[in-house]
């Protein structure tokens, strides 16, 4: 049923390109505007993303907007963004419509997708705006992608259809951010320009008065008034990334003695795993590149999320990483997989249907005694239950498909609250692994598996670190922004 009217005011937020901040931001405009006691919900129409969140309604957004509605106090639903792209290749994507699989689609096949899934977009948008003070609007990439102008469903093309004022965000941190606004104001349609009702720069380092002519100049050019100069948030890190560019800027994290050692796979997905591990003090979270050898010092090798298993494993295999992880098994250590990185630890992963590609079934490390069938409908669901030996309690997730089998689920490495068993050990219990997601988020869960580990513990509290760095990125933003004018511009 697709709500007519909307109640709401809305303000959308594009950038001048791809991680120019317009997600930080709208999380920080988020809690702002809650703060003052605005019902707020956070919308993006199209995403692209790995790292994704389960919704209250049993589907599945991108981790921003997940983040976002955190922020805005309000549960998330698969109508804050009814269209995320997964990649499974360099070319090709999973495409959730609503939170559910809709299929997978080419690059330039995606393109004439388009006109069908605007009216699931616009339905989402409607939705959320019948049930709130203001919907804050995210774009996707530049605005200025001209050339995919045509068809558009997550930048100018939205706006104009819904009538959404946009306030363009542009990067100073990575140099030109004079050219990239007035850019964008050259290339675009005059009607799109039109839209525009201001401008925002954003990571802005050093003495703002020294910009001060920077931001005229900006005005001047195009028409458009300046909105804001916005500081660099020195805390983000400490929210979870949504887009693994960020992981091909990190090497590693902590001084630890405790080294945990994470293979960077091409699909890597929901990332934000790694996050609470790389918080711990008594922990040394490494991220390898490819190119890079498992170092002899890795306490625990951590095989994390994949969006397409099979091609991971081939690329871990590419890297020599297998033997090295086997070497590191023959020393005495540990390793830990996570959802894909679980499957790649059995003796085999089956892709019958060509879930992932053509149908095949291939080998996998052999460190766990279990199969996996790629298959059946995708899992999506909140996890609760203890882990097996300490009896820790957890709250995850669970986000995958297929099914896993074999001798070593005799020896589960959680139990969920229902008393199923999930996951499985080696004989040794070095090994391991399960669909659990967010194990480490739970501080209860994670001192007990670091404790398990012999790693120092520490009193980190992580969900409350989030909480308290939302509250931070909202007073920043606020101090930055006129807040009262973003609300006088919405419509």
């Not at 009538?163 to 349609?189: E, K, S």
Request: charged share 20%; proline share 5%; hydrophobic share 45%.
């Amino acid at each position: 049923m697709t709500t007519t009217g909307r109640s709401a005011k809305a303000l959308m937020f594009q950038g001048t390109g791809s991680d120019v901040g317009k997600s930080l931001l709208v999380a920080g405009l988020a809690r702002a505007f809650a703060n003052r006691g605005l019902v707020v919900r956070p919308f993006k129409p199209q995403n692209m993303s790995n790292n994704a969140a389960v919704t209250v309604d049993g589907g599945e957004i991108g981790r921003a907007q997940a983040l976002q509605a955190r922020a805005a106090r309000v549960a998330p639903t698969v109508h804050m963004n009814p269209v995320l792209l997964k990649p499974q290749s360099d070319v090709g994507s999973q495409v959730v419509v609503q939170g559910r699989v809709l299929g997978n689609a080419k690059a330039r096949e995606f393109q004439s997708w388009k006109p069908k899934l605007e009216a699931s977009v616009h339905e989402s948008f409607e939705r959320l705006a019948a049930d709130c003070d203001l919907v804050l609007v995210e774009g996707a990439g530049s605005a200025a992608e001209v050339n995919l102008r045509a068809g558009d469903i997550a930048n100018m093309g939205f706006a104009r259809k819904a009538d959404v004022p946009v306030v363009l965000v542009g990067d100073i941190d990575r140099g030109g951010v004079i050219a990239q606004i007035v850019g964008t104001r050259v290339v675009i349609d005059p009607a799109d320009a039109a839209l525009v009702a201001g401008f925002l720069v954003n990571k802005f380092r050093g003495d703002p008065s020294l910009f001060a002519s920077g931001m005229e100049l900006i005005a001047e050019k195009t028409g458009w008034p300046a909105l804001g100069l916005v500081p660099w948030f020195r805390d983000a890190g400490l929210l979870p990334a949504e887009d693994a560019v960020v992981l091909e800027k990190r090497r590693s994290s902590g001084e630890g003695a405790f080294t945990i050692v994470v293979p960077r796979l091409p699909h890597i997905s929901n990332f934000d795993d790694l996050d609470p591990l790389a918080q711990e003090p008594g922990v040394r979270l490494i991220l390898l590149a490819p190119g890079m050898p498992v170092p002899a010092a890795a306490d625990l090798v951590l095989l994390p999320g994949s969006k397409a298993t099979i091609a991971d494993l081939a690329a871990l295999r590419r890297e020599g990483w297998d033997v090295d992880i086997a070497a590191h098994v023959r020393r005495g250590g540990r390793v830990l997989g996570l959802c894909g990185g679980y499957q790649m630890l059995g003796r085999a992963v089956a892709d019958p249907d060509g879930i992932e590609g053509p149908p095949q079934t291939v080998a996998g490390l052999g460190l766990l005694d279990i199969e996996t069938v790629l298959g059946g409908d995708k899992t999506l669901e909140e996890a609760r239950g203890t882990l097996v030996g300490s009896n820790a309690p957890f709250v995850g997730y669970e986000m995958h498909v297929g099914r896993t089998s074999g001798g070593d689920c005799a020896r589960p490495l959680a139990t969920f609250a229902d008393g199923r068993g999930e996951g499985a050990r080696d004989l040794s219990g070095r090994v391991a692994g399960c669909y659990v997601h967010g194990l480490f988020s739970d501080d209860r869960a994670r001192a007990a598996l670091l404790s398990e580990w012999g790693a120092a513990t520490s009193d980190l509290a992580y969900e409350a670190r989030v909480e308290a760095t939302l509250d931070a990125l909202a007073a920043h933003v606020a101090a930055h922004v006129d807040l009262d004018r973003l609300v006088a511009l919405a419509r």
